[in-house]
């Protein structure tokens, strides 16, 4: 984020953005952490993937999509 800030010479466009990735980084580590220390370490492998068949199929299912906002240019 440092070397993309305006005092660095850069643009500061995307700022926002990087930020909340690292914050939902973070957030995840938290979880993971929690999970392990209340459950059991296989726990955030079982969230993990819970959270990547959510994200496949999420991403699968519009691209199937015959909508004309899904086809590419």
């Keep these: ?4 800030s305006r005092a660095a010479g850069g643009t500061g466009g995307r700022t926002g953005r990087r930020a909340l990735s690292a ?3 973070f957030a995840g ?16 492998l079982l969230l993990a993937g819970v959270l990547l068949a959510g994200c496949a199929l999420g991403a699968c299912v519009p691209a199937r999509s015959d909508a004309p906002w899904s086809k590419p240019h």
Excluded: I, N, Y
């Excluded at 938290?30 to 209340?38: I, K, P, Q």
């Design 23 to 25: 914050l939902a980084m």
């Design 29 to 44: 580590a938290l979880v993971g952490a929690f999970a392990v220390r209340h459950g059991s370490p296989a726990l955030p």
């Design 1 to 4: 984020m440092a070397s993309d």
